[in-house]
């Protein structure tokens, strides 16, 4: 396979953000997606494990995708200055649901994707933790995303509400020792997720499904693949 590895910016309300589109040069991507990253107080950006291996085996399936840094994060700009005000300003949002800019960057990032490829591009978003609850922003937010994926998570910590009513195909991938939250809380999680939803239980695995990568981007790929035929 020839995959391409494109190191591109693009402009998110006043900064500029860095991304990476994954492609083989030997096809002609009609599906792509957009892969938003962990939180960057825990070490999130766009080249995390989870990340970086869903572009990998998204290209080799001939997809296209988009990876990201929110902004503060790696050269990706922001308004904050220094690491101590980049750090404080993204730890604000480990607790509360003041993470606007971060959906607003993922938007910017939805709207580049769109406009690198055709109009008979079909759409999908995955997220890993944090970035889970962001791509389920985007994707409840526009109407072109034909489904979304979330991989760990953070049930219990953020207000999922907005996926009320919500019809498009979701995959949610969890595991049993997830440091981020509770299987109980995870389950009820998942309860209250309107359908149409399928979930996926990696066993013997936490958080960071470390030799599961595979398992995770195929099972990723595998939904998409199936809701798009």
Known sequence: ?????????????????????????????????????????????????????????????????????????????????????????????????????????????????T????RQTMYFIAGYSFGGIIGMRVAAAHGNVQAFASVSTPFGKYDLNFLKGCKKPKLFIYNQNDFATTEEDTLQGLEKIPQPKTIELIENSDHFYRGKEDVVSQKVYNFFNSVSC
């Open 1 to 113: 396979m020839n995959i391409t590895e494109e190191h591109v910016c693009f402009a998110s309300g006043k900064v500029s953000l860095e991304g990476v589109l994954a492609y083989n040069e030997d096809l002609s991507p009609s599906k792509a997606i957009l892969l938003c990253s962990p939180h960057p107080t825990l070490g999130g950006d766009m080249e995390n494990n989870i990340i970086t291996n869903l572009a990998r085996v998204s290209a080799d399936a001939g997809f296209i995708s988009l990876r990201f840094n929110y902004r503060g994060v790696g050269n990706s700009e922001c308004e904050a200055k220094d690491i101590a005000e980049k750090f404080h300003y993204w730890e604000k949002t480990m607790s509360s649901e003041n993470y606007t800019d971060a959906v607003t960057d993922a938007c910017s990032a939805f709207n580049y994707l």
């Open 115 to 118: 406009a690198q490829t055709g």
